[in-house]
C-alpha cells in the first residue's frame, strides 16, 4: 500500500498506566512505543557515557522525549542540537520543543548545518558529536541522518587536525607570507598570466607512471609541460624540456630536488606560503598563488586590499597544485591538459619515479646487504593495498587517498583533462597519451608586468604592520606609561584593537584559535613580536 505522503502526524494516547503520555503515528507507523513511549530513549540515555565539549545530535526529536534526562547528565560546555527530515516532524519537533536554545535543522539545509558548525567549532569547545536517534522518525530517511551527521564529525575532525597543523606549521606558514610579500612588488600573481597558454599542457608528478612519459614527448616543444618540484630532477636528466617548475614546500628538505639545476632560467609558478629561498634556486620568473591556509584575518585583510586576489583553499598535495595551475594557464577549455606522475600510491618496494631525490637517496643507502627497493613503506602499518587503474593491486596511505579524492573532487569534471597512465589510483578522467607534432613556439617568459597599485599597496601594508607592531611592543612592554598610549581609550582597548586582526602573531599557539586578553596570551604575543618585525622591510 502506498504511503499518503501529505499525511499529518497525529498524537495518540499511550496504554497501560501511560495515558498521561503520547505515541505519534505518522505514514502509517508509530514513532514511540504505544505502551511506553519514553522507555526506549531512556535506556538509550542511561547507557550513555558523555564527555566535557560533546555536540549531541538529537535526530528525529519529535514529542522530545528523553531531553530531560539528557540534560541532567551533560557535562561542561556541551551543546545539543536536532535534525529531522521530514516537514511535518519538523514542525511537530518546534511546536513541542522545551528549550529555544536549541538549534533544530533540516536536513536537506546542508549548507546551514554546515555553516552553523563551522562557526561552532571555530570557538574551540566542540571536540566531538554523538549522534542519539530520538524516535523511530528517522527510519523515514536513515540514509539522509547517516550522511548528516557524518558530515558534522568530519567538520568537528577537521577543525582539529588542522589546528594541529596549525599549531606546528602555523607559524612557518605566516613568516612564510610575510617575508614572500615583498617579492610581489617585483613579481607577478598567478591571474596576471592566466589564460596564456595555447598548446597541450602536461603535468608532471613525481610518482612512479613519471617513468611511462615517452621521450619524444618530453623533449618535443609540441607540449607545455609543468612539473612539480620533486620531479625536475629527473625530468632534466631525460633531457625533457621543461616550461614551468610548480613548488609550495614550505621547510628546506625541499632543497635537495634542485640539486645540480641551481640557477636554470625555469619559470616557478610558487605559493606564497612557500619557503622563500625556494625561489632562490632557479632564476625564471617568479608566479605567485596563495593557498588560505587557514581561516586568518590577516589573510582576509591582504585580500580585502586586492594584495592578494583569488585565495585558494589549500590542496596540500604540489601535484594538485600544479593541475590547478595548468588549468588557469590554458587560454581555454579547449587546450587539453594532461596529468602523468600524479599516482597517490606505489607499487611494492618503489615510491617515486625513478631519479627522485627519494629514489636517490635510496641508492644512496643500498649495497650487498641493503637493497634499493623501499619495502619499508610498502609494508608499514600505515599503509594498504587497494585496486588500482589497471586491476593490480597498489600501495596508499590514508593521506595519499585524501589528495586522491581530493583531486577527483575538484578537477574530475574539469573539460579536456586527461590521465596519460594506467597505473595508481583512479582519478576518474579519460585515459589519453598526446600525439608529438602539432603546435610549436618558444618557451613562455612570463614577462607581464605585475599591477603599480598592487605593489604600492604592498608597500604600504608592510609599513604599516611595521609600525602597528612596534606600537604593540611599546604598549605591552610599559603599559599605561607607553608613549603610544591613547589616553582616550582604555588600554586593554588599544591593545586588543592592534593585536586581534594580526593573528599571525598567536595563531599557532594551541588555544591561538581564539584571541583573548589574558596575561599568559599576550606574554606569548609579546615574545613573537620582534621575530615578525625583522621581516617586515623591503629591500629595493
Given at each position: 500500500m502506498?504511503?499518503?505522503?501529505?499525511?499529518?502526524?497525529?498524537?495518540?494516547?499511550?496504554?497501560?498506566?501511560?495515558?498521561?503520555?503520547?505515541?505519534?503515528?505518522y505514514k502509517s507507523r508509530f514513532l514511540y512505543s504505544r505502551y511506553n513511549p519514553k522507555r526506549a530513549i531512556q535506556e538509550?540515555?542511561?547507557?550513555?557515557?558523555?564527555?566535557?565539549?560533546?555536540?549531541?545530535?538529537?535526530?528525529?526529536?519529535?514529542l522530545w522525549y528523553g531531553l530531560e534526562e539528557l540534560k541532567e547528565k551533560l557535562p561542561a560546555d556541551c551543546t545539543v542540537i536536532a535534525l529531522e527530515s521530514q516537514d511535518k516532524l519538523l514542525d511537530l519537533a518546534k511546536n513541542n520543543c522545551p528549550d529555544n536554545t536549541i538549534r533544530i535543522f533540516h536536513t536537506k539545509n546542508k549548507l546551514e548545518i554546515d555553516s552553523f558548525m563551522r562557526e561552532l567549532v571555530s570557538l574551540g569547545k566542540t571536540r566531538r558529536s554523538v549522534r542519539i536517534d530520538f524516535s523511530a522518525g528517522i527510519q523515514f530517511d536513515r540514509n539522509d541522518y547517516d550522511y548528516t551527521s557524518a558530515g558534522i564529525q568530519e567538520i568537528i575532525t577537521?577543525?582539529?587536525?588542522?589546528?594541529?597543523?596549525?599549531?606546528?606549521?602555523?607559524?612557518?606558514?605566516?613568516?612564510?607570507?610575510?617575508?614572500?610579500?615583498?617579492?610581489?612588488?617585483?613579481?607577478?600573481?598567478?591571474?596576471?598570466?592566466?589564460?596564456?597558454?595555447?598548446?597541450?599542457?602536461?603535468?608532471?608528478?613525481?610518482?612512479?607512471?613519471?617513468?611511462?612519459?615517452?621521450?619524444?614527448?618530453?623533449?618535443?616543444?609540441?607540449?607545455?609541460?609543468?612539473?612539480?618540484?620533486?620531479?625536475?630532477?629527473?625530468?632534466?636528466?631525460?633531457?625533457?624540456?621543461?616550461d614551468a617548475v610548480c613548488a609550495m614546500e614550505s621547510q628546506i628538505a625541499i632543497d635537495r630536488a634542485y640539486i645540480g639545476l641551481k640557477g636554470r632560467k625555469i619559470p616557478m609558478f610558487l605559493d606564497i606560503c612557500s619557503r622563500k629561498e625556494t625561489s632562490e634556486n632557479l632564476s625564471g620568473p617568479k608566479i605567485y598563488f596563495a593557498s588560505r591556509y587557514a581561516p586568518c584575518r590577516f589573510l582576509k585583510t591582504l585580500e580585502e586590499n586586492s594584495i592578494l586576489t583569488n585565495l585558494i583553499d589549500p590542496m596540500g598535495?604540489?601535484?594538485?597544485?600544479?593541475?590547478?595551475?595548468?588549468?588557469?594557464?590554458?587560454?581555454?577549455?579547449?587546450?587539453?591538459?594532461?596529468?602523468?606522475?600524479?599516482?597517490?600510491?606505489?607499487?611494492?618496494?618503489?615510491?617515486?619515479?625513478?631519479?627522485?631525490?627519494a629514489h636517490k637517496a635510496l641508492l644512496e643507502k643500498s649495497g650487498r646487504t641493503i637493497p634499493a627497493e623501499n619495502y619499508d613503506s610498502t609494508f608499514s602499518q600505515n599503509t594498504y593495498a587497494v585496486d588500482g587503474k589497471n586491476g593490480k593491486k597498489v600501495y596508499t596511505s590514508r593521506i595519499m587517498e585524501i589528495?586522491?579524492?581530493?583531486?577527483?573532487?575538484?578537477?574530475?569534471?574539469?573539460?579536456?583533462?586527461?590521465?596519460?597512465?594506467?597505473?595508481?589510483?583512479?582519478?576518474?578522467?579519460?585515459?589519453?597519451?598526446?600525439?608529438?607534432?602539432?603546435?610549436?613556439?618558444?618557451?613562455?617568459?612570463?614577462?607581464?608586468?605585475?599591477s603599480s597599485e598592487r605593489k604600492e599597496k604592498i608597500r604600504q601594508y608592510i609599513n604599516t604592520e611595521r609600525e602597528m607592531l612596534s606600537i604593540a611592543r611599546d604598549l605591552l612592554s610599559n603599559g599605561e606609561k607607553s608613549k603610544y598610549h591613547?589616553?582616550?581609550?582604555?588600554?586593554?582597548?588599544?591593545?586588543?584593537?592592534?593585536?586581534?586582526?594580526?593573528?599571525?602573531?598567536?595563531?599557532?599557539?594551541?588555544?591561538?584559535?581564539?584571541?583573548?586578553?589574558?596575561?599568559?596570551?599576550?606574554?606569548?604575543?609579546?615574545?613573537?613580536?620582534?621575530?615578525?618585525?625583522?621581516?617586515?622591510?623591503?629591500?629595493?
Amino acid at each position: 500500500m502506498e504511503l499518503n505522503q501529505k499525511e499529518e502526524p497525529r498524537l495518540v494516547n499511550a496504554g497501560q498506566g501511560s495515558m498521561c503520555l503520547s505515541t505519534v503515528e505518522y505514514k502509517s507507523r508509530f514513532l514511540y512505543s504505544r505502551y511506553n513511549p519514553k522507555r526506549a530513549i531512556q535506556e538509550i540515555i542511561g547507557k550513555l557515557e558523555l564527555l566535557p565539549e560533546t555536540l549531541i545530535v538529537a535526530c528525529s526529536p519529535c514529542l522530545w522525549y528523553g531531553l530531560e534526562e539528557l540534560k541532567e547528565k551533560l557535562p561542561a560546555d556541551c551543546t545539543v542540537i536536532a535534525l529531522e527530515s521530514q516537514d511535518k516532524l519538523l514542525d511537530l519537533a518546534k511546536n513541542n520543543c522545551p528549550d529555544n536554545t536549541i538549534r533544530i535543522f533540516h536536513t536537506k539545509n546542508k549548507l546551514e548545518i554546515d555553516s552553523f558548525m563551522r562557526e561552532l567549532v571555530s570557538l574551540g569547545k566542540t571536540r566531538r558529536s554523538v549522534r542519539i536517534d530520538f524516535s523511530a522518525g528517522i527510519q523515514f530517511d536513515r540514509n539522509d541522518y547517516d550522511y548528516t551527521s557524518a558530515g558534522i564529525q568530519e567538520i568537528i575532525t577537521n577543525f582539529w587536525q588542522n589546528r594541529i597543523t596549525l599549531v606546528k606549521f602555523g607559524k612557518l606558514f605566516s613568516r612564510n607570507v610575510l617575508k614572500n610579500l615583498p617579492e610581489l612588488i617585483s613579481g607577478l600573481q598567478l591571474e596576471d598570466v592566466e589564460k596564456t597558454v595555447n598548446k597541450p599542457i602536461i603535468v608532471c608528478g613525481a610518482g612512479e607512471t613519471l617513468d611511462q612519459i615517452p621521450d619524444e614527448i618530453l623533449k618535443s616543444d609540441s607540449f607545455f609541460k609543468i612539473c612539480v618540484d620533486a620531479s625536475l630532477s629527473p625530468l632534466v636528466q631525460r633531457g625533457a624540456r621543461i616550461d614551468a617548475v610548480c613548488a609550495m614546500e614550505s621547510q628546506i628538505a625541499i632543497d635537495r630536488a634542485y640539486i645540480g639545476l641551481k640557477g636554470r632560467k625555469i619559470p616557478m609558478f610558487l605559493d606564497i606560503c612557500s619557503r622563500k629561498e625556494t625561489s632562490e634556486n632557479l632564476s625564471g620568473p617568479k608566479i605567485y598563488f596563495a593557498s588560505r591556509y587557514a581561516p586568518c584575518r590577516f589573510l582576509k585583510t591582504l585580500e580585502e586590499n586586492s594584495i592578494l586576489t583569488n585565495l585558494i583553499d589549500p590542496m596540500g598535495s604540489v601535484g594538485l597544485a600544479a593541475t590547478y595551475v595548468a588549468l588557469k594557464l590554458r587560454k581555454n577549455s579547449s587546450v587539453p591538459v594532461y596529468v602523468s606522475g600524479l599516482d597517490f600510491s606505489f607499487t611494492a618496494g618503489r615510491t617515486h619515479a625513478r631519479g627522485t631525490m627519494a629514489h636517490k637517496a635510496l641508492l644512496e643507502k643500498s649495497g650487498r646487504t641493503i637493497p634499493a627497493e623501499n619495502y619499508d613503506s610498502t609494508f608499514s602499518q600505515n599503509t594498504y593495498a587497494v585496486d588500482g587503474k589497471n586491476g593490480k593491486k597498489v600501495y596508499t596511505s590514508r593521506i595519499m587517498e585524501i589528495y586522491a579524492n581530493q583531486f577527483v573532487t575538484m578537477f574530475s569534471k574539469s573539460e579536456n583533462l586527461f590521465d596519460m597512465t594506467d597505473q595508481g589510483i583512479s582519478l576518474k578522467l579519460a585515459h589519453a597519451v598526446p600525439a608529438t607534432g602539432g603546435t610549436t613556439g618558444k618557451q613562455m617568459d612570463f614577462s607581464v608586468e605585475g599591477s603599480s597599485e598592487r605593489k604600492e599597496k604592498i608597500r604600504q601594508y608592510i609599513n604599516t604592520e611595521r609600525e602597528m607592531l612596534s606600537i604593540a611592543r611599546d604598549l605591552l612592554s610599559n603599559g599605561e606609561k607607553s608613549k603610544y598610549h591613547d589616553k582616550e581609550k582604555d588600554l586593554t582597548m588599544q591593545i586588543d584593537e592592534i593585536l586581534r586582526p594580526r593573528d599571525y602573531l598567536y595563531l599557532h599557539f594551541p588555544d591561538g584559535h581564539n584571541f583573548n586578553m589574558s596575561e599568559s596570551f599576550l606574554k606569548r604575543i609579546r615574545a613573537e613580536i620582534d621575530s615578525f618585525l625583522k621581516l617586515l622591510y623591503i629591500n629595493e
